[in-house]
C-alpha cells in the first residue's frame, strides 16, 4: 500500500503515531478503535449524530453527488430512466443490479400483476381502522401483518425465498395504498384489475366508483409512473437507514420494510411536500413573494422545498418533476399555486442569498402540485412515496443479505450519565417524604 493510501495520526496524549489505510475516501472506525486503546482504556470512536459523514455500507444500488446534481440507479442517470423507462423496469433494474431481457422483463410484469390481490383478513385488519386512520399508519400496519401471512419470509437465506417476497411486496403495495385512500373517504375497497398496468391499476383502486371498467387517462399513468421512478431509491437516507439496521437482525423482509415505513411517516422525512403546499397557500399571490423572501432571510419564515442535506445543486428530480407537471395540468387544469411556486423559483434562484448558501429546489417543491392536482389529500403524499420507494428499499435490503461485511446494527454510544450510585431501599427513601 502506498504512502498517498494511508493516513497518519498521532495521538498527542501517548506521542505515539498510526498509520490507518484509506480505502475508497473511507477509513475503517475499527482501525481508529486502536488508538489509545489499553486494557483500562477504549480506543478512539466517532461522534456522528445522524451519520453526517459515517459510511454504514458498501453499496452497488444508487449513487448520488449531490455537489453536481447527479443522481443514478445502478449506473443509469434518473434523467433516462423517467424518460425512456417505466416503474417496474426500475424496479428489475434496482432488485437485480442490471436491465431484464424481454422475458425478463415479461416474466417480472406477470409476476406482479398477479400478486396484486392479498389476503381476505389483510381487509378485514384495515377495515378495523378508525374511519380517520392516517393513511401511512394503516399502510404501516398492513405491511408489518403481511409477515403473518407468509412466515416463510424469515428464510432470508433462500434466494426463491426471497424473490419470491420481493414480488409480493411491490404487487401488494399499491393495494394496501389505494385502501387506505379509499377508507379515509368511506368508499368500498377496489380490487386489482390485472388487465391494468401498475399505475394505472393504481389509479384504478384509488379512484373507480360505479363504471364497469376504469379507464385512467395515460398522461396522469405516465406521470405517475415517473414519480414513483423518482422516489425508488435515494442512498443511505433514513429510511433506508432503518430498512438496513431493521434488517440487520435477519428479520424478514416485511418487518424491515415496515420499519422504512415507520421512518418515512416522520415530517422530516416523507412530509416535506405537504409543507410545501401549506407554504404556498400561505403565500396567496406572488405579490406577496418579495415580502414572504424578506420574512426568509429574517428569520422570520422557513422555505420550504429547497436545498437538501445531499444535494448541494439543483435537484436533478426537481427538473423532471416540472416536466411532468405540464402533462398533469393538462389533464386537471393548472394548479393556481404553480404560479406562485414558479415566481418563488425564479427570484430565490437569482437572488445572492440563497444561490450563496446553495439553496436550489428538491424534489418535494414540485410534487406536491402534482399529487394536489390529481386529487389526493396531503396525507396520501408519503403513502405514494412508500410505494414508489419499496423496491428501493427491498433492492438495499437484498444486498444486506449478501454482505459478509455486514453485523447486526449497534452503534456505540457516550455515555453522559451518573456513575456508581448508592440504591438505598424505598422504604428508607421514603421515611423523611412525610
Known amino acids: 500500500m502506498t504512502e498517498n493510501h494511508t493516513l497518519t495520526v498521532r495521538d498527542n ?8 489505510p484509506i480505502t475508497d475516501g473511507t ?13 483500562d482504556e477504549p480506543g478512539l470512536a466517532v461522534y456522528d449524530p445522524g451519520f453526517t459523514n459515517t459510511a454504514s455500507t458498501r ?10 446534481g447527479i443522481l443514478e440507479y445502478r449506473g443509469y442517470p434518473i434523467e433516462q430512466l423517467a424518460e425512456k423507462s417505466t416503474f417496474l423496469e426500475v424496479a428489475y433494474l434496482l432488485i437485480h443490479g442490471e436491465l431484464p431481457t424481454k422475458e425478463q422483463h415479461d416474466q417480472w410484469v406477470h409476476e406482479i400483476t398477479f ?17 380517520d386512520a392516517h393513511p401511512m399508519g394503516m399502510l404501516l400496519s398492513s405491511v408489518g401483518a403481511l409477515s403473518t401471512f407468509y412466515p416463510e419470509a424469515r428464510n432470508i437465506s433462500d434466494p426463491t425465498v426471497r424473490h419470491e417476497q420481493v414480488v409480493r411486496m411491490i404487487a401488494k403495495m399499491p393495494t394496501l395504498g389505494a385502501w387506505s385512500f379509499r377508507h379515509a373517504q368511506g368508499k368500498p375497497y377496489v380490487y386489482p384489475d390485472n388487465d391494468l398496468s401498475y399505475t394505472e391499476n393504481f389509479l384504478s383502486m384509488l379512484f373507480k366508483m ?8 395515460p398522461r396522469l399513468a405516465k406521470a ?11 442512498e443511505q437516507n433514513c429510511s433506508t437507514n432503518a430498512v438496513r439496521s431493521v434488517g440487520s437482525s435477519q428479520v424478514d423482509p416485511y418487518s424491515a420494510v415496515s420499519a422504512g415505513i415507520a421512518a418515512l411517516y416522520g415530517p422530516l422525512h416523507g412530509g416535506a411536500n405537504e409543507a410545501v403546499l401549506k407554504m404556498l397557500k400561505r403565500i396567496g399571490s406572488k405579490e406577496n413573494i418579495p415580502a414572504f423572501i424578506e420574512g426568509v432571510k429574517n428569520g422570520d419564515e422557513k ?49 445572492e442569498y440563497f444561490v450563496k448558501r446553495k439553496l436550489y429546489p428538491n424534489v418535494d417543491f414540485y410534487s406536491g402540485l402534482i399529487y394536489e392536482a390529481l386529487q389526493f389529500p396531503p396525507e396520501m403524499f408519503t403513502v405514494l412515496f412508500a410505494i414508489g420507494r419499496t423496491p428501493g428499499w427491498l433492492a438495499q435490503w437484498s444486498e444486506l443479505v449478501d454482505d459478509k461485511e455486514q453485523k447486526i446494527a449497534r452503534p456505540k454510544q457516550i455515555y453522559t450519565g451518573d456513575r456508581r450510585l448508592e440504591f438505598v431501599p424505598a422504604a428508607e427513601r421514603w421515611a423523611n417524604e412525610s
Not at 400478486?115 to 374511519?131: A, D, I, P
Not at 360505479?210 to 387517462?217: N, W
Open 303 to 351: 422555505l420550504m422545498g429547497f436545498g437538501h442535506r445531499v444535494y448541494k445543486n439543483y435537484d436533478p428530480r426537481a427538473t423532471i418533476i416540472k416536466k411532468a407537471c405540464d402533462d398533469v395540468f393538462e389533464v386537471t387544469g393548472v394548479n393556481p399555486l404553480l404560479e406562485i411556486a414558479q415566481e418563488l423559483e425564479k427570484i430565490a434562484l437569482e437572488d
Open 224 to 234: 405517475l409512473d415517473v414519480l414513483l421512478i423518482l422516489h425508488a431509491d435515494h
Open 13 to 20: 496524549r501517548t506521542g505515539e503515531e498510526y498509520e490507518l
Open 115 to 131: 400478486h396484486t390481490f392479498v389476503h381476505e383478513n389483510v381487509k378485514s385488519l384495515m377495515q378495523g381502522f378508525r374511519y
Open 210 to 217: 360505479s363504471e364497469p371498467k376504469y379507464d385512467p387517462d
Open 59 to 68: 453499496s452497488s444500488v444508487t449513487f448520488i453527488d449531490g455537489d453536481k
Open 27 to 39: 477509513i475503517r472506525a475499527g482501525d481508529l478503535g486502536k488508538i489509545g486503546k489499553t486494557e
